[in-house]
């Protein structure tokens, strides 16, 4: 590894004093880093362009936080080693296809909870819908009952004037 970066939510969560250690690839043993003191930011980056480190694994230790309650919270740790161009590209098709954090997957995810949005919008409307037709059909109903009325009585009339002009219309 040739760069390394840890990335704190704030400097009042982070780290203020913590040792960071690899486990050396080489010899198999732990080997300091380097020891941070009275660090107040959100992000730390160490450089080893000089010097790159061969590593299995990394630690870190807290001895301190800015935090009043003592907890700390580490956001995200970033190491970076140099790679030719065939590295780096290998390493972007596998940053952009990653099925938990890739690129691809954000968007399939993004996709996926847009068209659940729009789907529920279709129920929606579908609902609403059914609710207007039940509606006209309700008024439309009420109003071949009231034609109905108006016939029978309109009948009702001209039978009584037939009668009253003594069966002639």
């Known amino acids: 590894m040739n760069r390394m970066s840890l990335y704190f939510p704030s400097s009042d969560d982070s780290l203020k004093d913590f040792t960071v250690e690899f486990l050396n690839s080489e010899t198999g043993q732990w080997e300091e880093l380097r020891n941070t ?47 030719g161009l065939a590295g780096r590209l290998n390493q972007h098709t596998t940053e952009l296809g990653d099925t938990q954090f890739g690129f691809l997957k954000t968007m399939n995810d993004e996709i996926q909870e847009s068209l659940r949005d729009i789907e529920e919008q279709m129920t929606n409307l579908e609902e609403k819908l059914t609710a207007k037709e039940e509606a006209l059909w309700r ?3 009420a109003m071949e009952t009231a034609m109905s009325k108006l016939q029978g009585q309109g009948d009702y009339f001209k039978n009584m004037m037939k009668s009253l002009n003594g069966g002639s219309e």
């Open 37 to 83: 003191e009275g660090n107040h930011s959100d992000m730390v980056s160490y450089g080893f362009m000089s010097d790159p480190k061969t590593a299995d694994a990394i630690r870190i230790t807290a001895k301190a936080t800015n935090a009043k309650d003592g907890k700390f919270a580490l956001l995200d740790v970033q190491v970076f080693e140099e790679t």
């Open 139 to 141: 008024r439309f109903t």
